[in-house]
């Protein structure tokens, strides 16, 4: 892990001064993810050398998701179309889910035109994080976001004609990043971790009876990492703590 740490702070070096001369200007994507990644590496290593070289706990619930499987969810989910800031229509066509070390990305692409208007069209590419920020309480399934940082927007069509980037780019990439955050409101994560246990009833043989009980768990998120292509997720069961 730290020779990789090594080469993202000297990339980070160079991007840092590509802010310093877009002072207006939005990072790319691939910029934003590059920073993103280095400061999820950079917390790693810290917690490395807090807890005596573990990295993961092993007195909570630990739920491993390949990216693979992620993919699949997000395939099924495809195509998706939904107006965004009541101004432009994007359906997207196509996304890429990335478990890099140290952070999660998500790559939407699609096309995006104005919700009322000309009939003016762009190829546009969301970037966003995957963040894991629940467990449904009745299901006890995942639930993830997407936590957009990029919006990029690409060559203008009208009336099928490619014409050079217009005013739908430029307000494509002027609107709040905000806004973007509703094509993946809620990404259900189909494992499933069980919200009580279930305790069989005993006797009355032997002379000793014991009714069914069923112990809630009261599990929650502690802790979300993305390394070797898995979510590595830290999940802390209340319940269990309680019956100690």
Do not use: Y
Not at 70 to 86: C, F, H, T
Not at 171 to 189: C, G, N, P, Q, T
Not at 219 to 227: E, G, L, N, R, Y
Request: one cysteine or more.
């Amino acid at each position: 892990m730290r020779p990789s740490l090594a080469l993202a702070l000297a990339v980070a070096a160079v991007a840092g001064g590509c802010r310093e001369r877009q002072s207006e200007a939005r990072l790319s994507g691939q910029e934003e993810n590059l920073l993103r990644r280095i400061r999820g590496l950079e917390a790693m290593q810290k917690e490395l050398r807090a807890n005596d070289g573990r990295l993961l706990r092993f007195d909570h619930v630990l739920v491993v998701v390949r990216e693979p499987f992620i993919q699949q969810v997000l395939d099924a989910g495809l195509p998706l179309e939904q107006v965004v800031a009541n101004r432009f229509r994007v359906r997207l066509t196509a996304a890429r889910v990335l478990l890099e070390d140290g952070f999660a990305s998500l790559r939407l692409d699609g096309r995006a035109s104005l919700e009322h208007g000309t009939g003016a069209a762009a190829e546009i590419t969301v970037h966003a994080g995957l963040d894991v920020v629940d467990l449904d309480p009745k299901t006890g399934v995942l639930r993830g976001r997407a936590n957009v940082f990029a919006v990029e927007a690409r060559r203008t069509e009208l009336l099928g004609l490619d014409v050079p980037a217009g005013q739908l780019v430029e307000d494509l990439s002027r609107e709040k990043l905000e806004a973007f955050e509703a094509l993946m409101s809620v990404i259900e994560i189909p494992v499933s971790v069980a919200s009580d246990i279930e305790l069989p009833a005993v006797g009355p043989e032997g002379g000793v009876s014991i009714g069914l009980e069923r112990m809630p768990l009261g599990a929650t998120i502690h802790d979300v990492k993305s390394f070797h292509h898995r979510l590595w997720i830290s999940v802390r069961t209340s319940g269990l703590e309680a019956a100690h």
